[in-house]
T-cell receptor, first 116, second 108 residues
Framework: GAVVSQHPSWVICKSGTSVKIECRSL??????MFWYRQFPKQSLMLMAT?????????EQGVEKDKFLINHASLTLSTLTVTSAHPEDSSFYIC????????????FGPGTRLTVL | KNEVEQSPQNLTAQEGEFITINCSYS?????LHWLQQHPGGGIVSLFM?????KKHGRLIATINIQEKHSSLHITASHPRDSAVYIC??????????WGAGTKLIIKP
């Protein structure tokens, strides 16, 4: 199956710094990428949907100025957590939807963010 | 009532046992995903189903669209299969509705 990678797989940062997480579709083009967040022992929650070349659509309650999403190409989307705080510590997962064909959706392995 | 219900919530079994995890949903879907999440958090996509049955190694996933039900089976279970298994259904707009997950522990 198609592969979606995320980088980094884990990151520890100081409060107040910004962290960028990359999501790449390695062997297919993705018009749409989705960003999810998972708190400990909870289910995943959709944060935003990003379409290549346009602004991301954020779910209710997700601060777009806090979680900046850029989807500049058909194979790369980035999530930047700005001025991170300890409450932003979470597991962030992206998924990508392939162009045409079966329009399948593939998941990245996730990025664990810990803000000290 | 949640739109996606998984059962059981927790399952402990002995190595070698046949494992079944169930997922029922109440909404119209275009596809259903089964994912595996290990204790470290890493997510692995196991299957995406829209009909019928898929098999990969010791894993089998089935879906019955009429009954709005899917099952994930693990044959000859092994301790390395211990993980949380998550069912997620996809609506027509690609939004996913997630089940709460099933925590599986396989004892040697």
């Amino acid at each position: 199956g198609a592969v979606v990678s995320q980088h980094p797989s884990w990151v520890i940062c100081k409060s107040g710094t910004s962290v960028k997480i990359e999501c790449r579709s390695l062997d297919f083009q993705a018009t749409t990428m989705f960003w999810y967040r998972q708190f400990p022992k909870q289910s995943l929650m959709l944060m935003a949907t990003s379409n290549e070349g346009s602004k991301a659509t954020y779910e209710q309650g997700v601060e777009k100025d806090k979680f900046l999403i850029n989807h500049a190409s058909l194979t790369l989307s980035t999530l930047t957590v700005t001025s991170a705080h300890p409450e932003d510590s979470s597991f962030y997962i992206c998924s990508a939807r392939s162009v045409g064909g079966a329009n399948e959706q593939f998941f990245g392995p996730g990025t664990r963010l810990t803000v000290l | 009532k949640n739109e996606v219900e998984q059962s059981p919530q927790n399952l402990t079994a002995q190595e070698g046992e046949f494992i079944t995890i169930n997922c029922s949903y109440s909404v119209g879907i275009s596809a259903l995903h089964w994912l595996q999440q290990h204790p470290g958090g890493g997510i692995v996509s196991l299957f995406m189903l829209s009909s019928g049955k898929k098999k990969h190694g010791r894993l089998i996933a089935t879906i019955n669209i009429q009954e709005k039900h899917s099952s994930l089976h693990i044959t000859a279970s092994h301790p390395r299969d211990s993980a949380v298994y998550i069912c997620a259904v996809r609506g027509s707009n690609y939004q996913l509705i997630w089940g709460a997950g099933t925590k599986l522990i396989i004892k040697p």
